[in-house]
């Protein structure tokens, strides 16, 4: 049971300072590492739709590989083995780690929703005048996103929760500030509740962000 009194004297402004400097460094890291994990994700869809069988099996193999790869074994190897001697900032490996991750997800799940799409639409539409560019950007596109937008939305959800690892490598995000607040102040339940709180009011929101975009855009039945 959290205790009132004692939880409001922990949220000091001091408190508040750090989680926010923790919470930035965790947004940072989930947002660029989507926006980098969705480009690739978006070169390896097309890869595996290539022609150039090389192509596709250097899809295949990059995504078996990394997505049976734990993500911290990921980030540990590009941290203190691949970059190690760059000079790169963690962050910018947590993101490229990240993005690596992301990317081997986030490409099965655009893989599973093109091909959800009716392929009779599409021959409709090339019969109608529509050439191969046109088709696909104005029927295969649009319906492809409605499909994965549930998927994608739990991807970034995921995506959230697994920078909370990102404490191995130095960098000190919201899990970590979480942890320190709790050692320095002898109260670990109150911060760890307070941490639990965040990351579920953060989570709500991207899922709240999604519910948005799905009735501005409209939704597949």
């Given at each position: 049971v959290?205790?009132?009194?004692?939880?409001?004297?922990?949220?000091t402004?001091?408190?508040?300072?750090?989680?926010?400097?923790?919470?930035?460094?965790?947004?940072?890291?989930?947002?660029?590492?989507?926006?980098?994990?969705?480009?690739?994700?978006?070169?390896?869809?097309?890869?595996?739709?290539?022609k150039?069988?090389?192509?596709?099996?250097?899809?295949?193999?990059f995504?078996?590989?990394?997505r049976?790869?734990?993500?911290?074994?990921?980030?540990?190897l590009?941290?203190?083995?691949?970059?190690?001697?760059?000079?790169?900032?963690?962050?910018?490996?947590?993101?490229?780690?990240?993005?690596?991750?992301?990317?081997?997800?986030?490409?099965?799940i655009?893989?599973?929703?093109?091909?959800?799409?009716?392929?009779?639409?599409?021959?409709?539409?090339?019969?109608?005048?529509?050439?191969?560019?046109?088709?696909?950007?104005?029927?295969?596109?649009?319906?492809?996103?409605?499909?994965?937008r549930?998927m994608?939305?739990?991807?970034?959800?995921?995506?959230?929760?697994?920078?909370?690892?990102?404490?191995?490598v130095?960098?000190?995000?919201?899990?970590?500030?979480?942890?320190?607040l709790g050692?320095?102040?002898?109260?670990?339940?109150?911060?760890?509740f307070?941490?639990?709180?965040?990351?579920?009011f953060?989570?709500?929101?991207?899922?709240?962000?999604?519910?948005?975009?799905?009735?501005?855009?409209?939704?597949?039945?």
């Open positions: 959290v205790h009132l009194d004692g939880f409001i004297a922990f949220i402004a001091d408190t508040l300072k750090v989680i926010w400097s923790g919470l930035k460094v965790t947004l940072l890291i989930t947002a660029a590492g989507l926006l980098l994990g969705t480009l690739l994700a978006a070169l390896l869809c097309a890869a595996s739709r290539s150039i069988i090389v192509l596709r099996v250097a899809e295949k193999v995504s078996v590989v990394v049976g790869t734990p993500v911290l074994m990921l980030l540990l590009l941290f203190y083995v691949v970059f190690a001697r760059t000079g790169m900032s963690a962050i910018m490996v947590a993101i490229i780690g990240f993005g690596l991750n992301t990317a081997a997800h986030v490409s099965e655009m893989k599973s929703a093109l091909m959800a799409v009716d392929a009779g639409q599409v021959k409709a539409a090339r019969t109608l005048g529509f050439s191969a560019w046109h088709a696909f950007w104005y029927v295969t596109f649009p319906q492809a996103v409605a499909f994965a549930p994608y939305r739990n991807a970034t959800i995921n995506l959230l929760q697994w920078t909370s690892v990102v404490g191995y130095t960098i000190s995000d919201l899990t970590r500030v979480i942890n320190q050692a320095r102040s002898a109260k670990p339940f109150y911060s760890l307070l941490g639990i709180v965040i990351y579920l953060v989570g709500y929101m991207i899922h709240l962000i999604f519910k948005l975009t799905e009735r501005k855009g409209g939704r597949v039945r």
